[in-house]
């Protein structure tokens, strides 16, 4: 085996990145990789935690994964089909997919995940989820923002991977939320760049929920904590989910404008200052916010390595941001070929949640967005992405 992956349930390892906390392992792909999963939780049995995932792959489109079937030389692929919506389904009800097993029905506790993309591992605690699967295609996931969504008091994390041409990229997330503590190993083969890499939370569940609290008493960050409606009645108590998923957030909400200031003070520093900057392996960027042009006003235009441009086509908001979302999920030039803008975007989303554009770099010098040295020591930052960047509760 080439590849090996271990996800932890509760364990002591680990760092989290609001857009994502990438594991690149190896420069190939391969037709399956074992993943196993080690419980370490003292609130949850094996028998309470429920596994299941979904994913794209070549040839087969959107499928599902029977683990109880699922073996090295047998994978038990499915493609998605409304067919199998067969629980809860009744006359008001449009059912639900059972792709989920026990964790404590798992073969060794691990399971075998073809070559696929877009790959979501969903790892519930005590109820599985219900996820519904659409006659035309794609499924239904569960929605934080809808009070009516069946999943609603379901604790349930969950790991996305895409195992492509290009390597293994594997992450746990929090971009929408955290609900419990994850751990993730991974375990390249011997003799390759990279052997072995890990991310996760260092802190026990309860902890992190306090610590939390008494970071974010009467602040506009305090509401993020979740511990009411269905989550009352959970014993493990409640979550924290990402500042746009709430309220005081939102467009009508008292923090709507929260990162406002600083995007203005980014669009009028930009607008008669050059912007350099490196994007890691996509090169260096440069560009201006083009004040000029009654159509378009107000974009900030780049231009990359070989003449490649990456366009923001106006000034962002404070919601756009935080959930790289509008303007900030916009393929402006029509190029999805080349998908620059879409990658411009999400990372200068990235780096505005952590505070990371520097406006006392002099115009055309070149700053580094991806320096973690940099991060969050700027006066305005979303402190939901620096709580669980912090090293003492990330790995």
């Not at 604790?155 to 746990?172: A, D, L, P, Y």
Request: net charge neutral; glycine share 8%.
């Amino acid at each position: 085996m080439s590849k090996y992956f271990r996800s932890i349930l509760n364990f002591k390892v680990i760092t989290i990145l609001i857009t994502s906390c990438l594991i690149i392992q190896n420069s190939y792909s391969q037709t399956s990789v074992p993943f196993q999963f080690l419980n370490n939780s003292t609130d949850f049995a094996d028998s309470d935690i429920y596994i299941g995932v979904l994913g794209n792959v070549a040839d087969s489109g959107t499928v599902w994964i029977n683990f109880k079937n699922n073996t090295q030389t047998n994978l038990a692929m499915k493609k998605i089909s409304s067919l199998d919506n067969t629980v809860h389904k009744t006359t008001t009800d449009w059912g639900y997919a059972p792709i989920f097993t026990k964790l404590s029905d798992i073969a060794n506790k691990t399971v075998y995940i073809p070559a696929i993309s877009s790959c979501k591992f969903f790892i519930e605690f005590k109820n599985p989820l219900y996820i519904h699967f659409h006659a035309t295609g794609g499924y239904a996931a569960p929605d934080l923002q809808n009070s009516g969504d069946p999943n609603n008091g379901i604790r349930f994390e969950t790991i996305e991977m895409t195992n492509g041409s290009n390597g293994m990229w594997i992450n746990t997330t929090r971009v929408d939320t955290y609900q419990y503590p994850m751990g993730l190993e991974v375990y390249g083969k011997t003799g390759t760049t990279n052997t072995y890499n890990k991310v996760g939370e260092l802190l026990t569940h309860a902890d992190i929920l306090q610590r939390w609290q008494n970071t974010f008493i009467n602040t506009e960050f305090a509401p993020c904590y979740v511990n009411s409606g269905s989550w009352l009645s959970n014993p493990q108590k409640g979550i924290i989910l990402q500042p746009s998923k709430i309220p005081q957030f939102k467009e009508n909400g008292v923090s709507k404008n929260y990162f406002q200031d600083y995007i203005d003070r980014i669009w009028n520093y930009y607008a008669t200052n050059e912007l350099v900057v490196s994007l890691g392996d996509r090169g260096v960027y440069r560009g201006k916010v083009d004040i000029t042009q009654t159509l378009m006003k107000d974009t900030l235009k780049m231009v990359g390595p070989n003449g490649i441009l990456a366009y923001i086509s106006g000034k962002p908001n404070t919601q756009e941001i935080i959930e790289a979302k509008g303007k900030i999920a916009e393929d402006v030039l029509a190029t999805p070929d080349k998908a620059s803008d879409k990658a411009f975007q999400a990372q200068f989303s990235a780096a505005v949640n952590r505070g990371a554009i520097d406006l006392t770099i002099p115009g055309g010098q070149l700053q580094n967005w991806g320096d973690n040295t940099k991060y969050f020591s700027k006066d305005t930052y979303n402190k939901y992405v620096w709580f669980f960047h912090q090293n003492d509760i990330s790995y």
